[in-house]
Antibody
Framework: EVQLVESGGGLVQPGRSMKLSCAAS????????MAWVRQAPKKGLEWVAS????????YYGDSVKGRFTISRDNAKSTLYLQMNSLRSEDTATYYC??????WGQGVMVTVSS | DIVMTQGALPNPVPSGESASITCQSS???????????LNWYLQRPGQSPQLLIYWMSTRASGVSDRFSGSGSGTDFTLKISSVEAEDVGVYYCQQFLEYPLTFGSGTKLEIK
């Protein structure tokens, strides 16, 4: 059974950093692109970033480009999202996903002073 | 960026009636390989999104045959043939033809 379990969320002040992790299991992690998708409170879905099989290619949404970094450790079957210079508009539930079929349960990130 | 525009439903929809959700893309999602790069998801209240349809018209494993997807290169429809209480939630279309991946704003379905 495919499982994606996010961790690392919480409350952070504007301008600070936070790193999310996603532990994957039930499939060969290195065989798939992975992604982060977020959802602000009461809002729709927004793709954040994607990463290729070995991590050599990364893609970002305009709203996070230059501030967020997606990475992966295939030996640990873990996906990461390093978020720097956080803003209030980054407040959202962040989903780890093996698009399109598999999504984690999401982790909440609140950016507030 | 490809903009995805979704239509609204005349909520609430009576149980047992059909419902059609529209989605329009600002660029054709029909690739030269003949595939159309469009997905449909349902997000039930308090849950993660669930894949319903991929490649515009292929139902995902375990999804009821009451759900069907159709369309052209830029205009798409998700049809629910007989809505049930479990269909309540927000439906999203999403293009995966190119980065950045983009979602529609969502269409809420309420049942009467």
């Amino acid at each position: 059974e495919v499982q994606l379990v996010e961790s690392g969320g919480g409350l952070v002040q504007p301008g600070r950093s936070m790193k999310l992790s996603c532990a994957a299991s039930g499939f060969t992690f290195s065989d798939y692109y992975m992604a982060w998708v977020r959802q602000a409170p009461k809002k729709g879905l927004e793709w954040v970033a994607s990463i290729s099989y070995e991590g050599s290619s990364t893609y970002y949404g305009d709203s996070v480009k230059g501030r967020f970094t997606i990475s992966r450790d295939n030996a640990k079957s873990t996906l990461y999202l390093q978020m720097n210079s956080l803003r209030s508009e980054d407040t959202a539930t962040y989903y780890c996903a093996r698009l399109p079929r598999y999504w984690g349960q999401g982790v909440m990130v609140t950016v507030s002073s | 960026d490809i903009v995805m525009t979704q239509g609204a439903l005349p909520n609430p929809v009576p149980s047992g009636e059909s419902a059609s959700i529209t989605c329009q893309s600002s660029k054709s999602l029909l690739h030269s390989n003949g595939k159309t790069y469009l997905n449909w998801y349902l997000q039930r209240p308090g849950q993660s999104p669930q894949l319903l349809i991929y490649w515009m018209s292929t139902r995902a494993s375990g999804v009821s045959d009451r759900f069907s997807g159709s369309g052209s290169g830029t205009d798409f429809t998700l049809k629910i043939s007989s809505v049930e209480a479990e269909d309540v939630g927000v439906y999203y279309c999403q293009q995966f033809l190119e980065y950045p991946l983009t979602f529609g704003s969502g269409t809420k379905l309420e049942i009467k």
